[in-house]
């Protein structure tokens, strides 16, 4: 079964620093996600991206987050000067088209002291 | 943006019963999914769900695009310890929107 992969699992990082956490989407896919789950709380939209682009962002992801495909295969998100507020998991998804189901990495745990 | 009304938001059961979870919405949807997240996981997904009306079952799961297109259920059947877990209800209100998700149903499921 093709999975979404995403590296590290765990991120710990000083306020202020940069970060960048990475996936490998789903070979044949077309649109990308990240999303963040906050501890305990609901799955939250980030950003979407397609045709080398965002496609969509929501007001969580401000001037701090940026995305890029750098290649053919990885998909990042860069958050370029971390809050004690961005501690949450991260998920990198993707998808055939938006109206499919999206397929979902495992996370990335980021934590921020 | 969006908002998705999920119930219940937890639920303790006792192993072999079965359970129902809904899931509201104030636009129509296109598209209602059900997905269960294990503790340090990322979201799985069990069903999808593209047309109203639309009956879908995987396994012990089932579950339906209401009618109205602003609601979807999902049962489980027969529950066994490893339903426990997290599930969500996400949607898409049209073909160029991201998935929007519910707050989840914690299920615990007591042997």
């Known amino acids: 079964e093709p999975e979404v992969t995403q590296t590290p699992s765990h991120q710990v990082t000083q306020m202020g620093q940069e970060v960048i956490l990475r996936c490998v989407p789903i070979s044949n896919h077309l649109y990308f996600y990240w999303y963040r789950q906050i501890l305990g709380q609901k799955v939250e939209f980030l950003v979407s991206?397609?045709?080398?682009?965002?496609?969509?962002k929501s007001e969580i992801f401000d001037d701090q987050f940026s995305v890029e495909r750098p290649d053919g295969s990885n998909f990042t998100l860069k958050i370029r000067s971390t809050k004690l507020e961005d501690s949450a998991m991260y998920f990198c998804?993707?998808?055939?088209?938006?109206?499919?189901?999206?397929?979902f990495g495992s996370g990335t745990r980021l934590t921020v002291v | 943006g969006q908002q998705l009304n999920q119930s219940p938001q937890s639920m303790f059961i006792q192993e072999g019963e079965d359970v129902s979870m809904n899931c509201t919405s104030s636009?129509?949807?296109?598209?209602w999914l059900w997905y269960k997240q294990d503790p340090g996981e990322g979201p799985v997904l069990l069903i999808a769900l593209y047309k109203a009306g639309e009956l879908t079952s995987n396994g012990r799961l089932t579950a339906q695009f209401g009618i109205t297109r602003k609601d979807s259920f999902l049962n489980i059947s027969a529950s066994i310890p490893s339903d426990v877990g997290i599930y969500f209800c996400a949607g898409t209100y049209s073909g160029n929107t991201p998935l929007v998700f519910g707050k989840g149903t914690r299920l615990s499921v007591i042997a």
């Open positions: 991206f397609y045709n080398n682009e965002i496609s969509e």
């Open positions: 636009s129509i949807f296109n598209t």
């Open positions: 998804a993707s998808s055939e088209g938006q109206q499919y189901g999206y397929t």
